[in-house]
């Protein structure tokens, strides 16, 4: 087998992000702020890309689910309907609770192609978050890395060796890091020179399967730039440029994030031999979120009118719409080599605001094939008892990460899996499914019900 068809059919090192903060009577102008605060709402980790790092023992954001839900005007919000959301059977998954480390909650936002699965987790007596990995069946600490009174929502990437993206406290400033979990060894990846007031110099978001690794870092105490890091030097991207992140990495070195352009907008960019490719055609704020072995691109775009920001793929040369009509926020965070998208819609319900009629948006993970956005909600038993509110990351297998709500108003990380074989629910498997017994896991499999 050539070299492309084996790592288009099994490799992908992944990064994801999550937009956390959103202003209610300014939507589509918030996502450059570096903090939640006024009118915003905010999510459990933070800013969209890492542009918030918070604190060790902070106030838990997530609250209710109440607090997940965006209170804007009865009226509808203007957008391009491109593709619809609706169930498609046989289309059907597993879900999985991935536990805590002891906490009351976990965010899981990526995963390799051996199902190694990454996160953040609150530990006992939700004193602090540390990193986790989780794989054959349990959750494990991943401290020193992501785990320290400086934080950012990571790990937001893991290779097919085991290696994750992230970063760690040195000399007392955050610095970009990969740690191997099979050796346990934690590498500073450097800096490009500069450091916060906070004393943040930069995250690593993504790593591929020859250990590349892309994120930002400080120039300065206010800049950011993309980076890779190859071989062990840590190269700027955008030298030349006023900001960018590097957000993923595939295993061919073509690079998704974003670049400033001259006005101080994020542009939706590809990196490829020192050079950045702007592939946003409307031109006022995008970001690329992810890049398969295939070098199809997704993310999300402000459309042209201002109203609302849609997914996208990008593939050969050709940008697609993949918004939903009526939600003000979709977003692409991942596609797989089998061109199966992950990611996150924001969907309309009517309720009362202050006794009087108004329109609330959640958040809702959902999948994109064969031309339509599914809601994952509708493709989990219907007793499973889960809010599936973000989905992260999609690997080639088809299993999909995030994080959602289960018969709480607390967060917990999930790992779907499809239902496709009988012999899933054989050896007593259908109990840590959740089904009563092994004749209803198999017609799960085979019905959907």
């Known amino acids: 087998m050539n070299r492309s068809r084996f790592f288009s059919a099994l490799l992908r090192g992944f990064s994801c992000t999550l937009l956390a903060?959103?202003?209610?009577?300014?939507?589509?102008?918030?996502?450059?702020?570096?903090?939640?605060?006024?009118?915003?709402?905010?999510?459990?980790?933070?800013?969209?890309?890492?542009?918030?790092?918070?604190?060790?023992?902070?106030?838990?954001?997530?609250g209710a689910k109440a607090a997940a839900a965006i209170a804007l005007s009865a009226a509808k919000t203007k957008s391009v309907p491109v593709a619809k959301v609706h169930p498609i059977r046989p289309l059907h998954y597993f879900v999985r609770d991935l536990g805590t480390l002891g906490g009351s909650e976990s965010f899981a936002y990526a995963l390799n192609n051996l199902t190694q699965v990454v996160g953040s987790s609150r530990i006992s007596g939700d004193s602090a978050s540390h990193s986790f990995i989780y794989a054959n069946g349990k959750m494990s600490d991943l401290a020193p890395l992501n785990s320290g009174d400086i934080l950012t929502v990571g790990p937001t990437g893991i290779n097919l060796l085991g290696q994750v993206a992230s970063g760690a406290i040195f000399n007392g400033v955050y610095q970009p890091a990969v740690l191997d979990?099979?050796?346990h060894r934690l590498t500073n990846l450097g800096t490009l020179g500069g450091v916060t007031s906070f004393n943040f110099a930069g995250v690593a978001n993504a790593i591929n399967f020859f250990s590349d690794a892309v994120g930002y870092s400080y120039i300065d105490d206010t800049t950011r730039h993309a980076f890779l890091y190859h071989r062990g030097k840590l190269t700027d991207l955008d030298p030349a440029g006023t900001g960018s992140v590097a957000y993923s990495i595939n295993d061919f070195g073509l690079i998704a994030g974003f670049a400033s352009n001259s006005s101080g907008s994020a542009q939706a960019t590809i990196f490829?031999?020192?050079?950045?490719?702007?592939?946003?055609?409307?031109?006022?704020?995008?970001?690329?979120?992810?890049?398969?072995?295939?070098?199809?691109?997704?993310?999300?775009?402000?459309?042209?009118?201002?109203?609302?920001?849609?997914?996208?793929?990008?593939?050969?040369g050709a940008f697609t719409d993949l918004g939903v009509k009526g939600s003000p926020e979709t977003v692409a965070y991942a596609i797989n080599d089998l061109r199966q998208i992950a990611g996150t819609m924001f969907i309309p319900y009517q309720s009362t605001c202050g006794g009087e009629p108004c329109t609330l948006y959640k958040q809702h993970a959902f999948t994109h094939l064969l031309g339509n956005n599914v809601d994952l909600n509708d493709t989990i038993p219907q007793n499973a008892g889960w809010e599936l509110n973000w989905a992260f990351d999609i690997n080639n297998t088809g299993s999909i990460v995030g994080y959602g709500t289960r018969g709480s108003d607390s967060f917990h990380a999930f790992l779907l899996t499809p239902a496709i074989d009988k012999d899933q629910c054989k050896s007593g498997s259908w109990k840590n499914l959740g089904f009563k017994n092994q004749g209803s896991c198999i017609r799960y499999i085979n019905t959907g019900k």
């Open 272 to 316: 490829r031999n020192g050079s950045g490719n702007d592939i946003d055609p409307v031109g006022q704020e995008s970001y690329a979120r992810d890049v398969n072995n295939l070098s199809d691109v997704v993310g999300e775009y402000l459309i042209a009118d201002g109203s609302a920001f849609h997914a996208f793929v990008y593939s050969n």
């Open 21 to 62: 903060c959103l202003t209610l009577s300014t939507f589509a102008q918030t996502r450059n702020n570096s903090a939640c605060g006024g009118a915003r709402l905010c999510s459990p980790q933070a800013v969209l890309g890492h542009t918030l790092v918070f604190e060790r023992r902070a106030a838990n954001p997530s």
């Open 181 to 183: 979990t099979r050796t």
